[in-house]
């Protein structure tokens, strides 16, 4: 089956920083998304991203479907940041989600 | 909109019970609702899709007759674990499709013990 692989798995940022976050995938996909799980559990859609660029904020998010990759990027971060980011992807075109790995980012006042 | 809930949204239970978890769309109708599970600092698994009015489809290695899923309308859909026991215990969540789109909107999931 297909592999998602996210890096780093873990992240400490001084509150004000930047981060990338990468998401690799091993197979040709129909869809990709990323979320972040709050430390609460929920899961809050940030990007549905198959390819291109697009930005929400201080947030922005890149796929590279060619290259089997994407990057999360997040800016001025604040301790809200804090949780679990997730990307997932559908081969099926039932939108039938497969998670990555997770990157756990904690920011610091 | 888009909102999910769930309920409960933390249930204990003893070995050998049944437990049912709703998850309801409350702003939409939700074409495909989805079953996912999340073990304690591990990624969500996907356990099951089900459409409104029809049978559910499960992931491979997912018990059908473990995990019943029943989806009766376009805004609720059921989970029940049958005879429950502490593997089972782990973070149930759902999600919902609206029709002719594909973003998925997360209930808030909810945690169960098996004791």
């Known amino acids: 089956g297909i592999q998602v692989e996210q890096s780093p798995p873990d992240l400490i940022l001084q509150e004000g920083a930047n981060s990338t976050l990468r998401c690799n995938f091993s197979?040709?996909?129909?869809?990709l998304q990323w979320f972040h799980q709050n430390p609460w559990g929920q899961l809050i859609n940030l990007f549905y991203?198959?390819?291109g660029t697009k930005q929400n904020g201080r947030l922005s998010a890149t796929t590279v479907a060619t290259e089997r990759y994407s990057l999360l990027y997040i800016s001025s971060s604040q301790t809200t940041d804090s949780g679990v980011y997730f990307c997932?992807?559908?081969?099926?075109?039932?939108?039938?989600?497969?998670f990555g790995t997770g990157t756990r980012l904690t920011v610091i006042p | 909109g888009a909102v999910v809930s769930q309920h409960p949204s933390w249930v204990i239970c003893k070995s050998g019970t049944s437990v049912k978890i709703e998850c309801r769309s409350l702003?939409?109708?939700?074409?495909?609702m989805f079953w996912y599970r999340q073990f304690p600092k591990q990624s969500l698994m996907l356990m099951a899709t089900?459409?409104?009015?029809?049978?559910?489809?499960?992931e491979q290695g997912v018990e059908k007759d473990k995990f019943l899923i029943n989806h009766a309308s376009l805004t609720l859909s059921t989970l029940t674990v049958t005879s429950a026991h502490p593997e089972d215990s782990s973070f149930y969540i759902c999600?919902?499709?609206?029709?002719?789109?594909?973003?998925?909107?997360f209930g808030p999931g909810t945690r169960l013990l098996v004791l």
């Open positions: 999600s919902a499709n609206r029709e002719y789109q594909e973003t998925q909107y």
């Open positions: 197979d040709s996909v129909n869809n």
């Open positions: 991203i198959p390819s």
């Open positions: 997932a992807v559908d081969q099926t075109g039932a939108n039938n989600l497969f």
């Open positions: 702003d939409f109708q939700a074409t495909t």
């Open positions: 089900s459409n409104e009015g029809s049978k559910a489809t499960y």
